[in-house]
């Protein structure tokens, strides 16, 4: 669902009368305010488009690109994981009800992210970090 918001919105600013992409976009930001923008040179993807968003209505004060995004906060939260199961020799669906987690979602986004493979999911880091 998530992928169709951001392709319809891809068509929209494609149209008249903005007759945009995400590259013009970043560009114009990357011109406008340089010190806030990573990844200038690089080559726009379609979900950069996420990142303009949340920079455009001030969620985000940076504009990074999304993959960068993405990829940090996986690596926070697998550090997370593995500090709990460092702390408590091990993980529980449970915990994810606790600090620092629910900051970050929590059981719930797991639950939205994972489905029924979540337990299978943290059987396995258990297995695999706690061994």
């Known amino acids: 669902m998530a992928d169709e918001a951001v392709k319809e919105l891809a068509e929209t600013i494609e ?3 903005y007759l945009l992409n995400e590259s013009q976009l970043w560009n114009a930001y990357a011109a406008l305010e340089k010190s806030k923008v990573r990844g200038a040179s690089g080559r726009r993807i379609l979900t950069d488009l996420v990142s303009l968003v949340r920079f455009a209505i001030h969620q ?3 504009l990074i690109p999304f ?3 993405v990829n940090a906060n996986f690596k926070a ?3 997370m994981i593995c500090d709990h199961i ?3 020799l091990g993980i529980e669906p449970d915990d994810f009800e606790y600090a620092p987690f629910p900051q970050h979602g929590g059981l719930g986004k797991l639950h939205q992210l994972f489905g029924d493979k979540l337990n299978s999911i943290i059987e396995e880091l258990n297995e ?3 061994a």
């Open 15 to 17: 149209k008249p009368p």
């Open 60 to 62: 985000d004060n940076e």
């Open 67 to 69: 993959p960068e995004r």
């Open 77 to 79: 939260w697998l550090e």
């Open 86 to 88: 460092a702390a408590n």
């Open 128 to 130: 695999t970090l706690a």
